[in-house]
């Protein structure tokens, strides 16, 4: 099966004015965390931010998370698997400046990265995502609950 999500995820509250000036509703994560479903275009390489590292992520959207993160750290996440082998993209906002990222870990090179090390993972720690037994921080908000933008948006409040 695929998954496949463009995302924000910050601490309840920090994504208001974000989803409000997007007209996007927010879904509720565990943990007192709130998912934003990034409406993805079809952009051209040069609309997009940080190169080839997001598919999704383009330049008008960077001082969009720059602004939420004064409120609070915000992560924007990428995902695009297929049958257990793909790629995951992550970078981390704080106080209006780039403190994580953006990091990719391309599975379909054949090397693959420890669980704990991944760039999703990573920046959920750095949002205070925390984790209990076997489950990484990924598991632990319930990412994998929905596996494509479509299906978040209607789990959307």
Same mark, same amino acid.
């Given at each position: 099966?695929?998954?496949?999500?463009?995302?924000?995820?910050? =601490?309840? @509250? &920090?994504? #208001?004015?974000?989803? +409000?000036? &997007? %007209?996007?509703?927010?879904? $509720?994560?565990?943990? !007192?965390?709130?998912?934003?479903?990034? #409406? $993805?275009?079809?952009?051209?390489?040069?609309?997009?931010?940080? %190169?080839? $590292?997001?598919?999704?992520?383009?330049?008008?959207?960077?001082?969009?998370?720059? +602004?939420?993160?004064? +409120?609070?750290?915000?992560?924007?996440?990428? =995902?695009?698997?297929? +049958? @257990?082998? %793909?790629?995951?993209?992550?970078?981390?906002?704080?106080? %209006?400046?780039?403190?994580?990222?953006?990091?990719? !870990? !391309?599975? $379909?090179?054949?090397?693959?990265?420890?669980?704990?090390?991944?760039?999703?993972?990573?920046?959920?720690?750095?949002?205070?995502?925390?984790?209990?037994?076997?489950?990484?921080?990924?598991?632990?908000?319930?990412?994998? #609950?929905?596996?494509?933008?479509?299906?978040?948006?209607?789990?959307?409040?």
């Amino acid at each position: 099966m695929a998954h496949r999500i463009e995302v924000v995820v910050a =601490t309840r @509250g &920090c994504l #208001a004015s974000l989803a +409000a000036e &997007c %007209g996007a509703a927010l879904v $509720t994560l565990p943990q !007192d965390f709130e998912l934003l479903v990034v #409406a $993805t275009e079809e952009a051209g390489a040069e609309a997009l931010a940080f %190169g080839s $590292t997001f598919r999704a992520l383009t330049r008008a959207w960077v001082p969009r998370l720059e +602004a939420a993160s004064r +409120a609070g750290a915000v992560a924007y996440l990428e =995902t695009e698997y297929f +049958a @257990g082998l %793909g790629k995951q993209a992550a970078a981390v906002w704080r106080g %209006g400046t780039l403190v994580f990222g953006p990091v990719i !870990d !391309d599975e $379909t090179s054949g090397v693959r990265m420890p669980l704990h090390h991944k760039p999703i993972n990573t920046a959920l720690r750095m949002l205070g995502v925390t984790t209990r037994g076997e489950m990484d921080e990924f598991d632990s908000l319930q990412l994998g #609950a929905a596996r494509m933008n479509k299906e978040w948006a209607e789990l959307a409040r």
